[in-house]
T-cell receptor, first 113, second 116 residues
Framework: AQSVTQLGSHVSVSEGALVLLRCNYSSSVPPYLFWYVQYPNQGLQLLLKYTSAATLVKGINGFEAEFKKSETSFHLTKPSAHMSDAAEYFCAVTSSGNTPLVFGKGTRLSVIA | GAGVSQSPSNKVTEKGKDVELRCDPISGHTALYWYRQRLGQGLEFLIYFQGNSAPDKSGLPSDRFSAERTGESVSTLTIQRTQQEDSAVYLC??????????????FGPGTRLTVL
């Protein structure tokens, strides 16, 4: 079985500061990993995904994530937070190309002016 | 192009009533997923359709839940005899199975169901 743990249900950063959202996964097979963002009253939008190519994955809006197999982690970072980054962020894992995703419980990011 | 659409956007119903939620996937997408998002929780997988294969119903929480899909088109999620614990946002996603790597699932805006 697969699982995802997102450390911190709520993270608050100042505008311009580094954003770090943590995600650890558990999987008995090589995983595919995703980060999605959900703005209020909207569906989920893909930020980036890891599919066993480069371990450092760059996504939209300046976000990136690094796959670390030894740490079973896929943390999401952005060098400088913007007010528009305030949203809920979900990490997800799956075992193969076309199967349901297993999601973490999400981390709410607040950006303080 | 058009994304995944869902209707209604909001549904308020009384305990014990049946509800139907609709999902229109992106045209050409062979896979369709239903997830449930309860307040303060992540998304829970409910059911998955892939082409003409038998659906994966392993995530359905009870036999009050069922879903159908017409070909590679519209899907309907039905909840019979609704209970208050069914209150949640129901999200639909679709993807195109290219056969390699992980396909991106594109999500609709969801249907917010409130059971009184």
């Amino acid at each position: 079985a697969q699982s995802v743990t997102q450390l911190g249900s709520h993270v608050s950063v100042s505008e311009g500061a580094l954003v770090l959202l943590r995600c650890n996964y558990s999987s008995s097979v090589p995983p595919y990993l995703f980060w999605y963002v959900q703005y209020p009253n909207q569906g989920l939008q893909l930020l980036l995904k890891y599919t066993s190519a480069a371990t450092l994955v760059k996504g939209i809006n300046g976000f990136e994530a690094e796959f670390k197999k030894s740490e079973t982690s896929f943390h999401l970072t952005k060098p400088s937070a913007h007010m528009s980054d305030a949203a809920e962020y979900f990490c997800a894992v799956t075992s193969s190309g076309n199967t349901p995703l297993v999601f973490g419980k999400g981390t709410r990011l607040s950006v303080i002016a | 192009g058009a994304g995944v659409s869902q209707s209604p956007s909001n549904k308020v119903t009384e305990k014990g009533k049946d509800v139907e939620l609709r999902c229109d996937p992106i045209s050409g997408h062979t896979a369709l997923y239903w997830y449930r998002q309860r307040l303060g929780q992540g998304l829970e997988f409910l059911i998955y359709f892939q082409g003409n294969s038998a659906p994966d119903k392993s995530g359905l929480p009870s036999d009050r839940f069922s879903a159908e899909r017409t070909g590679e088109s519209v899907s309907t999620l039905t909840i019979q005899r609704t209970q208050q614990e069914d209150s949640a946002v129901y999200l639909c996603a679709s993807s195109f199975h290219a056969g390699t790597n992980a396909d991106t699932q594109y999500f609709g805006p969801g249907t917010r169901l409130t059971v009184l």
